[in-house]
DNA sequence: ACTATACACGAACAAGTGTTCTGTGTCAAG
DNA sequence: CTTGACACAGAACACTTGTTCGTGTATAGT
């Protein structure tokens, strides 16, 4: 048959709109390796593969040689996404009158005993409970701002991780996480859920705590660690200075 | 042309209006040797230099090591160009901005072998420096906003105040403290600055770390002791999150 | 006169990034 | 079965771009 003309395949949406996601975000549009990262493709020559494509169909245009020059001309409508969008533009509009400030949700109160509430990843969660406003010059400039969510810590459990009752960390859902990142882990064989600076070793993972005393957890076990989130930011409020 | 303080400099203005064209043009920002150029500037340097100034006073941000990464974040007005769409979005912009948030200058740093640097009580020392955005939100409603000041912490030496290299403090000037109050005290017998939540008793005063598992100090005579602050908030953080 | 600071150039460097080339495997048409 | 279009990986390459460093100049303040 023959036929590869009209259709865009499934590539080639996740490609439109990841495009349109990440340039609405960043206001700049992603590297090709970027995108290969986001679609899940391995070369870089395979994306260029079908951006041509894109570009041929008029779907976005780029230039030459241009590092992240490339446009989205047709906007591309997956239905859902679409709504999703609209109402977590609407969230962000109503919460941020500018861009300059963002409103983080507060999930909720983490401690040592129990797992962290994790929001499902279908957020868009948008809703009743107070957020953190936190001015966006504040985050590192790439952060997904809307996939950020806020928990207040509760009990001292957390100390070696030089954070505190009441503090409140801000953090973005992930399951893995690169060496070096301050990670909220949950461990199966203690039961708890620690922050700690995550480092891969040969066979094992290598957990160590921010205060510099104190000493590394090694997970030998990978499948006995859960990684739940890596924390962005930390803030403590001295309410008492009211006085 | 000698000219330094807030204003910007004709250079500034050229390239804030070269942004924005470009980026309206093209829907990318253009490189550091495309600013050049424009601008005539020869050196890529300089170009980097007024970029880095910009991006202080938060005309524009930018992402380290990325390309053309550059966003506009104020819309400046030159009076001949001013498209009327973007000033009625600055002038709202502005207005709802300004009140939900606020930007605390940043003093220095902190370190516990030597005082901090205070300002003299004599605030108008209005920037040039570098400032924290915090929304309002956060701080307790009745703060003195334009007394704050921020720090950022250099060294390890205040793990016992929950507090660690690299953490920006925000704290308003004092002289005197209420008890439990979180402050930033100079002392004399050991020559060196500390946070501690403070305590006046019977004839002494504690001084008692944040981490609860560390002990007190106490200070017989209150000459020894020079309460430089109060602490206002803590805020840590982690900026590797390159993903 | 001396120093500190802001402004400026240019070159070298390193990292980011697009392009190209070679090779592999799949699948449907001939 | 063979062929050829297509989808894909990987690496090498070359160009683009941001960063850094050494140097120089002018001006203001001491």
Same sequence: chains 1, 2.
Avoid: C
């Amino acid at each position: 048959m023959a036929r590869k003309k009209e259709g865009l395949s499934e590539r080639h949406r996740k490609i439109m709109e990841y495009l349109t996601e990440f340039i609405e975000e960043y206001g700049y549009s992603p590297s090709i390796r970027e995108i290969g990262d986001a679609i899940d493709v391995k070369s870089t020559s395979l994306v260029d593969y079908y951006l041509n494509q894109l570009e041929e169909r008029k779907y976005i245009s780029r230039e030459g040689r241009i590092s992240r020059s490339i446009r989205v001309l047709q906007p591309i409508r997956s239905a859902t996404k679409a709504l999703s969008k609209q109402i977590s533009d609407a969230a962000q509009a109503v919460t941020t009158a500018v861009d300059s400030i963002i409103s983080i949700p507060l999930r909720g109160r983490i401690v040592a005993s129990t797992p962290i509430p994790v929001p499902p990843s279908d957020f868009n969660y948008f809703d009743s409970e107070s957020g953190v406003e936190i001015a966006r010059s504040l985050l590192p400039a790439r952060e997904k701002i809307n996939e950020l969510f806020a928990l207040e810590v509760q009990g001292d459990s957390m100390i070696d991780a030089m954070v505190n009752d009441g503090d409140i960390i801000v953090m973005r859902p992930a399951q893995q996480a690169s060496n070096g990142e301050m990670v909220a882990v949950w461990l199966d064989d203690k039961d708890e859920t620690t922050l700690k600076y995550f480092y891969k070793e040969n066979n094992r993972i290598r957990l160590q705590p921010a205060n510099p005393t104190m000493d590394p957890i090694y997970v030998e076990n990978t499948n006995d660690l859960r990684i739940m989130g890596k924390v962005v930011m930390v803030i403590r409020q001295y309410k008492n200075t009211v006085h």
